[in-house]
C-alpha cells in the first residue's frame, strides 16, 4: 500500500510538472522575438570567434618564445664550441671536454624546444583555420540573420496592415467596439426624440415651456385650420368660374353674333360656387354683334389665349360704351 501511495504522489507530481512546463513553453514561445534570439546568436558566435582568436595570439606567442630560447640555446651551444677549440688550441683538454660537456646540453634542450616549436606551429596553423572557418561561417549567419529579420519585420507588419483592414486586432477592435457603441447610443437618442415628438403632438406629454396644453383646443385649432383649407379651396374654385364667361366673351367676338349665341350653350357646369353672371352681359352680347368691326380690331391686337377683358385698351372702350 505505502509503494501504490507513493507511485500515485509520484505520478500526481510528473503531471503537474509536465503542465507547469507545457504553460511555461507556451509563455516563452509567445514573449519569444525571433529577432532578438537571431542577435542574441550572433553575439555568442562573435563572442566564440574572439575566443578563438585570443587562443590563436596565445598559441602565437608560445611560439614565438619557444622560438627565442631556441635562438638563445644556439647561441651558446655556438659559444661553447668556440670555447673547446680555443682550449685545445692552448692545451687545456679538461675545459675542452667542459666545454663540448655543456654543449651537449644545451643542444639536448634545444632539441626538444624544436619538438615544442613545431608542435605549436601545428597548433597555431590549426587555430588559425579554425579562426577563418569561423568567421566565414559568423559572416554567412550574419547574411542569413538580417535576410530573416527582414522577412519576419515585413511579414509582421503585413499581417498588422491585415488585421487593421478585417478589424481582428487589438487596437482597431477597441475602435470598432468605440464606434458601435457610438452608433448605438445615436440611436437611441434619435428613437427616444422621436418618441417625444410624438408624445408631444399627441398630447399625452405637456410643454414644460409652452405651458400645458388642451386636448380639445388641439382639435379645435385643427378643426379650423381643415375649415381655413377648405374656404381657400371654394375661393379658388369661384375665381376659376369668374374667368369663363370672360373666356367665352373672347370666343364670341371671335367668331361673330352666332359665338356669342353659341358660347351659353357650351358653358359647362360650375357647380355650387359659381357666382351669378353679371347684370350687363346680355347687353354686351348685344353691343359686340353690333359692332363686329370693334370686335375684329380688338381681335387682332388681343394676344393669343388672352380673354378681352384682360386688354385695357378694349376694356375701356367696352365701358364707354356702356355709359353712352
Known amino acids: ?30 514573449m519569444e522575438d525571433p529577432r532578438e534570439t537571431l542577435d542574441y546568436s550572433y553575439q555568442r558566435q562573435l563572442e566564440l570567434l574572439t575566443k578563438v582568436r585570443r587562443g590563436v595570439a ?9 622560438e627565442l630560447q631556441m635562438n638563445q640555446l644556439q647561441q651558446q651551444a655556438n659559444r661553447l664550441q668556440d670555447q673547446a677549440r680555443k682550449a685545445l688550441s692552448v692545451g687545456r683538454e679538461d675545459l675542452a671536454r667542459e ?11 634545444l632539441d626538444e624546444l624544436q619538438v615544442q616549436y613545431a ?5 597555431e596553423e590549426k587555430l588559425t583555420v579554425a579562426s577563418q572557418r569561423l568567421q566565414a561561417k559568423v559572416d554567412a549567419f550574419r547574411t542569413r ?12 507588419a503585413q499581417t498588422r496592415i491585415n488585421e487593421a483592414f478585417s478589424g481582428i486586432s487589438e487596437e482597431m477592435g477597441d475602435v470598432g467596439m468605440a464606434i458601435q457603441r457610438a452608433e ?7 428613437a427616444r426624440a422621436g418618441a417625444i415628438d410624438e408624445l408631444m403632438a399627441s398630447g399625452a406629454l405637456d410643454d414644460a415651456v409652452g405651458g400645458k396644453r388642451d386636448d380639445i383646443q388641439s382639435e379645435l385649432d385643427a378643426m379650423s385650420a381643415s375649415s ?11 375665381e376659376l368660374t369668374a374667368g369663363a364667361p370672360k373666356q367665352i366673351e373672347g370666343s364670341a367676338a371671335n367668331g361673330g353674333p352666332q359665338a356669342a349665341q353659341q358660347a351659353p350653350a357650351s358653358e359647362p357646369d360650375q357647380g355650387p360656387f359659381a357666382p351669378p353672371p353679371p347684370p350687363q352681359q346680355n347687353e354686351q352680347q348685344a353691343e ?29 372702350e367696352r365701358q364707354d360704351g356702356d355709359g353712352s
Open 1 to 30: 500500500m505505502l509503494m501504490k501511495g507513493t507511485a500515485a504522489r509520484m505520478g500526481v507530481m510528473k503531471r503537474v510538472s509536465l503542465v507547469f512546463k507545457a504553460k511555461a513553453n507556451k509563455a516563452l514561445d509567445k
Open 58 to 66: 596565445d598559441v602565437a606567442t608560445s611560439r614565438k618564445r619557444v
Open 99 to 109: 666545454a663540448l660537456t655543456r654543449k651537449a646540453a644545451a643542444q639536448s634542450q
Open 119 to 123: 608542435q605549436l606551429q601545428a597548433e
Open 145 to 156: 540573420k538580417e535576410t530573416i529579420k527582414a522577412t519576419y519585420t515585413a511579414a509582421e
Open 184 to 190: 448605438d447610443k445615436t440611436a437611441q437618442m434619435q
Open 228 to 238: 381655413d383649407v377648405e374656404r381657400e379651396l371654394a375661393m379658388l374654385k369661384g
Open 288 to 316: 359686340q354683334a353690333q359692332q363686329p368691326e370693334q370686335a375684329q380690331s380688338a381681335q387682332q391686337t388681343q394676344p393669343a389665349g388672352l380673354p378681352v377683358a384682360d386688354l385695357p385698351g378694349l376694356a375701356d
